[in-house]
């Protein structure tokens, strides 16, 4: 007679299947982090900053481009603090070369609100953006 052979063990062995199934379920099993900046339109897409005269064109493929727009070019290690689904915010650390933390709200697939601060350079920023995507790349 086996352990689980016990009726009274067999309602345990049951929990322990399920706990074990769901600790070792591939992390791709999960929905997607950022989601939101998935679903947005690929594409080149004009960048304002509020309160400045010049703009910013990126090449959206992603999305992601949009969190770092002040540490384009720097491999940043992320975190992200807020995932809804039209609403993404994420801080990011690049080493020496400063940090940040980005506010992305999706108004359509082709229109976002970026709040954006951090230390670039050793000096702050801080600004408001929106996002729209303008033509192909």
């Not at 070019?73 to 809804?84: F, G, H, L, M, N």
Request: net charge positive; aromatic share 4%; with cysteine.
């Amino acid at each position: 007679m086996t352990i689980f052979g016990n009726k009274l063990l067999r309602p345990l062995a049951v929990v322990l299947s399920i706990a074990i199934g769901v600790l070792v379920t591939p992390v791709s099993a999960r929905a997607p982090e950022l989601a939101m900046l998935s679903g947005l339109s690929t594409g080149l897409w004009d960048v304002r900053i509020r309160g400045e005269e010049s703009h910013t064109r990126i090449c959206v493929r992603t999305g992601h481009e949009l969190i770092q727009i002040r540490h384009r070019q720097a491999a940043c290690s992320r975190t992200v603090i807020e995932d809804r689904p039209n609403l993404v915010a994420v801080e990011y650390s690049c080493g020496g070369g400063g940090y940040g933390r980005t506010s992305i709200r999706r108004e359509s697939a082709q229109l976002v609100q970026i709040d954006s601060q951090g230390i670039q350079a050793g000096l702050p920023f801080h600004f408001n953006a929106e996002a729209r995507r303008v033509g192909s790349c």
